[in-house]
């Protein structure tokens, strides 16, 4: 299975919706905190692109020392609709400091030095230390998944059904079968009888797969 911190790097790195709290901004716009792109340099540092207007930048700018601590929180939800769609949510906690230069029209680059980090997913609910934060790596297929689910969902509901056949009793009511998530692993689809009623299972592939290219062949072989 990823690592707790690959896992937040993921996330992180994907297209998750995100948003800065920065303490004593009470009552503030939450538009004007949402963090519109965000990378990570090889230092673990991330690198947050929010609106001019956002307040979170005005106290980074007249701060004084280290820099205000602050907490980018990241909230993973499925790509597809089904019951319980909020898969995970990551934490990164540090102090941010101003990036020099203009990025785009009407925005800024804020840095967060990461002093800590959490994840609870669908794997389950783990601390991230700064060093293992730093020399992790996203999943390969973070910049796919969301299409791929979707594709799956739309165009191989047959195959996702015959797959959860390997389950036996347990779908032999032939509940509604969504795929769920997709890393290099494996894939996770959750099986319904209602909303009150699923379950989750997961396929592994045989080997970890590294790219696109790789991940149709295990999907093949999976089917």
């Known amino acids: 299975m990823p690592s707790a911190a690959e896992r ?12 800065l709290l ?14 519109s792109t965000r990378s990570v340099g090889p230092d673990g540092d991330l690198f947050l692109e929010l609106p001019m207007d956002s307040p979170a930048l005005r ?27 909020i898969r995970g949510r990551a934490r990164v906690s540090g102090r941010l ?4 230069g203009v990025p ?31 020399d992790a790596a996203p999943d390969p297929l973070v910049g796919h998944e969301a299409e791929l689910l979707q594709r799956l969902h739309a165009a191989h509901g047959e195959q996702l059904g015959a797959l959860c056949g390997l389950l036996g009793e347990r779908s032999a009511r032939r509940p509604s079968v969504v795929p769920l998530a997709l890393d290099r692993y494996g894939l996770r689809v959750r ?12 396929f592994e592939f045989p080997e970890p797969v590294r790219d696109i290219s790789e991940l149709r062949h295990a999907m093949h072989t999976l089917f």
Do not use: K, N
Not at 8 to 19: E, F, H, I
Not at 97 to 100: D, G, H, L, S
């Open 8 to 19: 937040t790097r993921t996330l992180v790195q994907s297209t998750c919706s995100a948003v």
């Open 22 to 35: 920065v303490p004593g901004l009470y009552g503030a716009d939450p538009a004007q905190l949402l963090v």
């Open 59 to 85: 106290v980074a700018t007249h701060a004084e020392g280290d820099g205000p601590s602050a907490v980018l929180e990241i909230t993973d939800v499925a790509p597809v609709s089904l019951p319980h769609r």
């Open 97 to 100: 400091t101003t990036v020099p």
């Open 104 to 134: 785009g029209p009407g925005r800024m680059t804020l840095r967060l030095a990461p002093g800590e980090a959490y994840v609870d997913d669908l794997w389950g609910a783990e601390a991230v230390w700064p060093e293992e934060f730093r």
């Open 191 to 202: 099986l319904c009888q209602d909303r009150r009623r699923c379950f989750d299972a997961r």
